[in-house]
């Protein structure tokens, strides 16, 4: 009877004991891993990765007949990568292909299609699977961007911007991830924006879609991460700040030096490079997700005044 009662009222507290000394261990291992990142890291920086070769891969790309989705596609014919070229915009789709073609390199294909269009992009799967291969990495960069106050953007455009911006991603992701994981490998690159970090006046539909562009990216790396495709299938995100491909006019800045528009040919290759690199998230200038994450320290009114400050926008078309 003693020893039942010593089992009893010991037994809960040894294992009570045992609990936090696991807990403390697990502290411990937890500090030692983010310290050897954050020092991996740090190295990487200085000393830089080594690009990986990309030749041979089959590149699909969104949004390829004209901008940022023209300059990725001849950027990368020119690195011998199989490329996909998709566009609801035939005639523009087809210049884009004979400007590849006129480089003799990589292999180019073009395919018009409506991203929007589930249905469509599924069956866009199937006829580049049977026709070409699995496709192995994967560009979500159609899309477009109404310029106007929120009180002046019509349902259509609201709709609309969510279906390109958003939407579309979930149809190719559904379409084109199963082939990844055929393969046990593939990259998945989404072009979000700034305004997917900072909301921008008569950009409120715009900026929701970006923001939404970074949500699924990071939850779907996430839930990645968890299955028995973690550190196969890489995942990156693009932040550029306004890009000259016709969608951005009339932007404005205090230092428009600093924050010029981007040169789509610039950009399309830093999204190469965090392609090659394997990096997670780019901003276009590198300092803006910086400056975005110290401000965020910040008060709200504080972040204002900095906001004023820099007069960083894009006036309404309309």
């Not at 901008?67 to 490329?83: A, C, D, H, P």
């Not at 995100?237 to 000259?244: H, R």
């Amino acid at each position: 009877m003693a020893d039942q009662v010593i089992k009893t009222g010991t037994t809960p507290a040894l294992k009570h004991i045992f609990d936090i000394i696991q807990d403390i261990f697990d502290f411990i291992v937890l500090i030692c891993q983010m310290t050897l990142e954050v020092f991996k890291a740090g190295v990487e920086k200085v000393v830089g990765k080594t690009p990986k070769d990309v030749s041979g891969e089959i590149v699909l790309i969104t949004g390829s007949g004209h901008g940022i989705g023209r300059e990725l596609t001849m950027q990368y014919v020119s690195q011998y990568s199989t490329v996909i070229c998709v566009d609801i915009n035939e005639k523009n789709n087809k210049e884009t292909l004979k400007k590849a073609k006129a480089l003799n390199r990589g292999v180019v294909h073009s395919y018009i299609c409506d991203v929007t269009d589930r249905e469509a992009v599924l069956n866009l799967a199937t006829h580049i699977k049977r026709d070409i291969g699995p496709v192995s990495v994967l560009i979500n960069n159609a899309g477009i961007m109404p310029t106007k106050p929120l009180e002046k953007q019509t349902p259509d455009d609201i709709r609309r911007t969510f279906e390109i911006n958003v939407f579309a991603h979930f149809w190719t992701l559904e379409a084109f991830l199963p082939h990844m994981k055929e393969q046990n490998r593939g990259h998945i690159i989404a072009l979000s924006s700034m305004c997917g970090v900072v909301g921008i006046p008569n950009l409120v539909p715009y900026c929701a879609s970006k923001f939404a562009v970074r949500g699924l990216m990071e939850a779907l790396y996430n839930e990645m991460h968890l299955g028995p495709y973690k550190n196969l299938i890489k995942f990156t995100v693009i932040y550029p700040y306004a890009v000259d491909t016709g969608l951005c006019e009339s932007v404005h800045s205090r230092f428009p030096s600093m924050l010029a528009m981007l040169d789509a040919k610039y950009v399309a290759e830093k999204i190469i490079e965090a392609h090659r690199c394997e990096l997670t998230n780019v901003a276009l200038p590198p300092c803006m997700l910086h400056l975005n994450n110290w401000t965020r320290l910040l008060p709200h009114t504080a972040a204002l005044h900095l906001f004023d400050y820099m007069n960083c926008g894009i006036e309404s078309k309309s």
